[in-house]
């Protein structure tokens, strides 16, 4: 049993299971809710509850007064949902997040292209227009798997009829594998979106880096992709990483754009090219390409981080030494369900990252 | 869609005046005269992100209703003699150590955390100060009222802050915040408001307020509790100084950590006594000092600095130090007041079998080999009625005033003696650690008021030991001194038991 938790003001939705706590939860699933001590004596997670029935839990009478019991106020470390809660927390709205409702689609397989010997790129025809911001990801409902499994959107906004997702063969993953084998055109799947807090914050206007690692270049693609046909005037960097040419998929793409946009930037990093490939570009994990390309210095730029937990943690250590910090830094972690295998203590310096 | 919601921040901008003004016909840097001298660079005040959003109405709403129940449990506490319901006797000297030893240090807090605040130009950390200043005193007054109680029906209580001010034991926890008050602004913010809040609080107020409840004391449990739903708002301020330092200019990150390696130094030389009260002096046990350092240190602090080394921030000088001690301190402290304890505001005594046993248990690697050897001998010239004083007064690290009572880590049996000669004179340390503190910034620390050379130079009265305890320190010789066996404390005591 489990019940669904939303968080205002940003509207996330979390699963939170019998006798967890709302932060435990929220933290899990990748939303930040502040905290400090964790076990009800601080009160630094006090949220209001919007709807619903809750059970207090452990929460101190120092920290959590009657008055605010009885206004409905809960710390979220201590709370269990008894019921589908809406609860409101101390957490900013970005103003750049436009907020569109999710909703459920029904989509039809239209094309299967190999991207590169492990990803596949899969294009949907949507039975209805999707609105998103590019960045944004969706549900998939795949056969025989339970649960749903989170792909980035990788066409642009304005293409919303149609869905295209990069899928990456994860070893022994049901669900990657399925969609790798089994999927053929004209099949249908469900589909819900869009989700998720990676987008471009338009209002900054600041030059934008972006650092994707394997199919994690799924949502730069669509960011970058919408940018360039706004007009955008910035300054826009795209690194890519890749094992080798092979892996290195959609270049051909970019090296266009770069040739036509000259406020556009295309970098890609290979870590372990293949003699043959004859590579001349940059040898090295990506970040480290962007290391030497802003020789150290990323102050002055917005930051949009997308793929595979390690990538994502290698580049904000390079990014911060280069004196860009988590306020800049955007993320989209491309989790597996390996990667939740190691729990970390987790210290309270830094909110997203 | 529908209008977004005020977000907490938004309605908090809107509900709070903006305290912060323009200097439109002074000098904005003669009113701050303390932001730049340290060295630290701010370019940007509005980056500072403030760590709580508290209005002061909200902020006096909350105290209220916590110093309402708090009163309601002290009340009850003497109604129904709580004293009684103690595990031991013993268990008030740890509580005579809080007084006279921590709760002058909440005093300490509230007046440097006042004068830091002014000294900010930005009007978020003046604002954060100020509120954590009030809960300062809030705590100290808590803790004096906890405690008042048990002055009633224990000895060595009466007069903490004379106490504080004088006996050589508490120079410890007096000159560490002298020297955060008397340092600059942010250097004052990074060594209570980072390294202490943040890091070592925890080590005295979960496992020691813990030790509380386990010895039925329920007065200093419940004051325990209402101090740390303010210590979250500290703790918070705490990182975003640190974050906002490291952030406005890389010029910082040194200073930083520098001032990092300083404090966490001299913080786990402070707790050493926090050690000793924990294995030695709580009757019924809550876990050993070596476990609650690496569950609130060790682990919680290795997250933190794994997390601060994308500033380029590592982990303190002297770590690998620090995690040897954990096996040690506790046992050297104790040993330290046990053989001093004519000279202690409070009670001393060998722990009783069972007790040995659990160190044992608790230090298989060193309390046998080392320590528990001297315990057995104490015993046995207890048994011979030779109790033993030591007869000499210790000699004093320049640095953090502890007696020379530390050992080299790597050979527990040899003391640890580190010197440094500055402008012809020579100086004493316990320890690398407070020997390069020293040598950092040697015109500060040359002023070092250390008891024992104070004693020496005839400033304390004296001649004799127990002039300087009765005249100088106000103890009650006889009565707040030497071993609890035999005491009047023990005597009481039995008399309210009905025990021979």
New interface residues.
């Given amino acids: 049993m489990s019940y669904e938790v939303t968080v205002?003001?940003t509207g996330d939705v979390i699963e939170v299971e019998e006798g967890q706590t709302i932060l435990d939860a929220a933290l899990r699933q990748g939303v930040w809710l502040?905290f400090?001590?964790g076990h009800g004596?601080?009160?630094?997670c006090k949220c209001q509850v919007v709807e619903g029935d809750v059970d207090l839990g452990n929460a101190?009478?120092?920290?959590l007064?009657?008055?605010e019991r009885d206004e409905g106020k809960v710390l979220a470390c201590c709370a269990m949902p008894e019921s589908d809660l809406v609860i409101?927390a101390?957490?900013?709205?970005d103003p750049d997040f436009a907020?569109y409702p999710v909703r459920d689609f029904v989509g039809t397989v239209t094309d299967i292209v190999d991207l590169s010997p492990t990803i596949k790129g899969i294009t949907f025809a949507l039975d209805d227009d999707m609105e998103f911001q590019a960045g944004q990801y969706v549900n998939l409902r795949i056969p025989g798997v339970e649960g749903t499994r989170a792909f980035s959107i990788a066409n642009k906004p304005s293409d919303s009829r149609a869905l295209e997702l990069h899928v990456r063969l994860v070893a022994n993953g049901a669900g990657t594998t399925w969609l790798h084998e089994s999927l053929q055109v004209g099949d249908t799947l469900d589909v819900s979106g869009p989700y998720g807090q990676f987008f471009v914050r338009k209002s900054d206007e600041q030059g934008a880096i972006f650092i994707a690692g394997g199919s994690g270049l799924s949502s730069p693609q669509s960011m970058i992709l919408d940018m360039l046909e706004e007009g955008d005037k910035r300054e826009i960097y795209l690194f890519q990483g890749a094992r080798n040419v092979a892996e290195l998929y959609n270049r051909e793409l970019f090296e266009a754009l770069d040739q036509q946009h000259a406020n556009f930037h295309y970098i890609p990093a290979l870590n372990e090219p293949q003699e043959d490939e004859n590579w001349t570009g940059f040898k090295g994990f990506v970040h480290e390409a962007a290391i030497k390309y802003f020789d150290n210095h990323f102050s002055g730029h917005k930051a949009y981080l997308c793929g595979p937990p390690p990538m994502i943690d290698a580049a904000?250590?390079a990014l911060?030494?280069g004196?860009l910090?988590e306020r800049d830094i955007h993320m989209e972690r491309f989790l597996t369900a390996a990667d939740g295998a190691e729990e970390?203590?987790?210290?309270?310096?830094?909110k997203r990252i | 869609?529908a209008a977004?919601?005020l977000?907490?921040?938004d309605k908090y901008r809107l509900l709070t005046r903006d305290l912060d003004w323009e200097f439109s016909y002074q000098d904005r840097n003669k009113a701050f005269p303390f932001e730049e001298f340290e060295g630290i660079k701010i370019t940007d005040w509005s980056k500072w992100e403030d760590p709580?959003?508290l209005t002061m109405d909200a902020y006096w709403?909350?105290q209220a209703?916590?110093e309402r129940?708090?009163y309601a449990i002290f009340d009850a506490f003497a109604q129904n003699n709580g004293q009684l319901n103690i595990s031991d006797p013993r268990y008030v000297n740890a509580l005579k150590i809080f007084l006279t030893g921590v709760s002058p240090l909440e005093y300490q807090a509230f007046q440097g955390f006042a004068h830091t605040g002014r000294q900010f130009g930005g009007v978020g950390a003046r604002v954060a100060c100020q509120m954590q200043s009030i809960d300062e005193l809030r705590h100290v007054q808590t803790q004096v009222h906890a405690m008042s109680h048990y002055n009633k029906f224990f000895d060595g209580l009466q007069d903490w802050s004379h106490m504080h001010d004088r006996v050589w034991y508490l120079s410890v926890p007096k000159s560490f915040f002298n020297d955060a008050r008397a340092a600059g602004p942010f250097e004052f913010m990074v060594a209570i408001g980072f390294s202490f809040e943040y890091v070592l609080t925890n080590l005295l107020f979960v496992p020691f307020m813990s030790g509380a409840a386990y010895n039925g004391d329920m007065a200093t449990v419940t004051f325990g509790?209402?101090a740390?739903?303010d210590?979250?708002?500290h703790?918070?301020l705490g990182?975003e100084v640190?974050?906002f330092l490291l952030?406005q200019h890389?010029d910082n990150v040194p200073i930083v950590q520098r001032w990092i390696d300083k404090w966490f130094w001299r913080g786990t030389r402070l707790l050493t006594i926090v050690s000793m009260m924990m294995d030695y002096m709580l009757p019924n046990k809550v876990m050993s000092w070596k476990e609650a350092w690496e569950v609130y240190f060790e682990?919680?602090g290795?997250?933190?600095f794994?997390?601060?080394?994308?500033?380029?921030i590592r982990m303190p000088k002297y770590a690998d130090i620090i995690e040897k001690e954990k096996e040690h301190v506790s046992h050297q402290a104790w040993w330290t007041f046990y053989t001093h304890g004519h000279a202690a505001g409070f009670h001393t005594w060998i722990p009783t079998d069972e007790e040995l046993d659990w160190l044992s248990e608790k230090y298989p690697d060193t309390f046998d080999k080392y320590y528990r050897p001297r315990w057995e001998l104490a015993k046995e010239m207890e048994a011979k009625g030779e109790r033993f004083y030591t007869k000499a007064l210790p000699q004093l690290c320049t640095t953090c005033q502890i007696p020379m009572l530390f050992t080299e880590m790597d050979d527990p049996t040899q003391i640890s003696y580190r010197d440094s000669i500055y402008k012809g004179d020579r100086y004493h340390f316990c320890s690398d650690g407070c020997k390069d503190i020293f040598d950092d910034e040697p015109e500060k620390f040359v002023q070092s008021w250390l008891p024992v050379h104070q004693i020496f130079q005839g400033n304390c009265g004296g001649p004799d030991v127990e002039d300087i305890l009765r005249d100088y320190y106000q103890m009650n010789v006889g009565v707040d001194n030497m071993d609890i066996k035999g005491s009047p404390d023990e005597e009481r005591w039995k008399k309210w038991k009905g025990v021979a």
């Fill in positions: 205002e003001p502040p400090a001590c004596t601080c009160a630094t101190s009478p120092f920290a007064m009657d008055m409101e101390d957490i900013d709205v907020g904000i250590t911060m030494q004196r910090f970390q203590t987790r210290s309270a310096l830094f | 869609m977004k919601k977000n907490i921040k709580f959003r709403k909350y209703e916590k129940k708090l509790f209402s740390q739903s210590e979250a708002r703790m918070t990182l640190i974050k952030e890389e682990e919680a290795g997250a933190l794994k997390d601060l080394a994308r500033y380029g």
